[in-house]
């Protein structure tokens, strides 16, 4: 070659392009909180990993279908293994809350959120005042209880 600097020159402004031109990431998979969303996959899964079990939850519906649920607002990853250990998807998730029905009350600092549907009731959220939280957390937790039977009525 008669020209080395020219290559070189060519080789770094390559590089440069590849680290700065267009992005090949995917969106995020958006599932809002306490819902579910199904994903299909291309090769059967033998191990699925989220990287904060907090945020959102998978499970495998079948071999090639997994079903993703909300717990927090936030961003997560799932990792899809194969039987033999290889990758099969590596994807953002993105845990929102519901567009429509939600309602905050301010109050100074204390806040207090509500799903209106059309009737308002509680909706537990982070970041709620920590009274009105475990208030609600508790009456809904009884009445969880009470409906599959392991509370027994009042006399």
Same mark, same amino acid.
């Given at each position: $070659?008669?020209?080395?600097?020219?290559?070189?020159?060519? #080789?770094? %402004?390559?590089?440069? !392009?590849?680290?700065?031109?267009?992005?090949?990431?995917?969106?995020?998979?958006?599932? $809002? *909180?306490?819902?579910? =969303?199904? $994903?299909?996959?291309? %090769?059967?899964?033998?191990?699925?990993?989220?990287?904060?079990?907090?945020? %959102?939850?998978?499970?495998? +519906?079948?071999?090639?279908?997994? #079903?993703?649920?909300?717990?927090?607002?936030?961003?997560?990853?799932?990792?899809?293994?194969?039987? =033999?250990?290889? !990758? *099969?998807?590596? /994807?953002?998730?993105?845990? /929102?809350?519901?567009?429509?029905? $939600?309602?905050?009350?301010?109050?100074? #600092? +204390?806040?207090?959120?509500?799903? @209106?549907?059309?009737? @308002?009731?509680?909706?537990?959220?982070?970041?709620?005042?920590?009274?009105? &939280?475990? +208030?609600?957390?508790?009456?809904?937790?009884?009445?969880?209880? &009470?409906?599959?039977?392991?509370?027994?009525?009042? +006399?």
């Amino acid at each position: $070659m008669r020209h080395p600097a020219l290559l070189a020159a060519l #080789v770094a %402004a390559a590089a440069s !392009l590849g680290a700065v031109g267009p992005s090949t990431a995917k969106d995020p998979i958006a599932v $809002m *909180i306490d819902r579910a =969303k199904v $994903m299909r996959i291309s %090769a059967p899964a033998a191990t699925i990993v989220i990287g904060n079990p907090a945020i %959102a939850d998978a499970s495998i +519906q079948d071999r090639q279908t997994l #079903v993703i649920t909300g717990k927090i607002t936030g961003v997560t990853n799932l990792v899809i293994l194969d039987a =033999k250990g290889e !990758l *099969i998807a590596d /994807e953002l998730i993105s845990v /929102e809350k519901p567009d429509r029905g $939600m309602v905050t009350v301010q109050r100074g #600092v +204390q806040r207090s959120t509500y799903s @209106c549907t059309p009737n @308002c009731n509680v909706a537990l959220e982070p970041g709620d005042a920590a009274e009105f &939280f475990s +208030q609600a957390q508790g009456q809904l937790s009884s009445r969880n209880g &009470f409906v599959a039977g392991s509370v027994a009525p009042q +006399q």
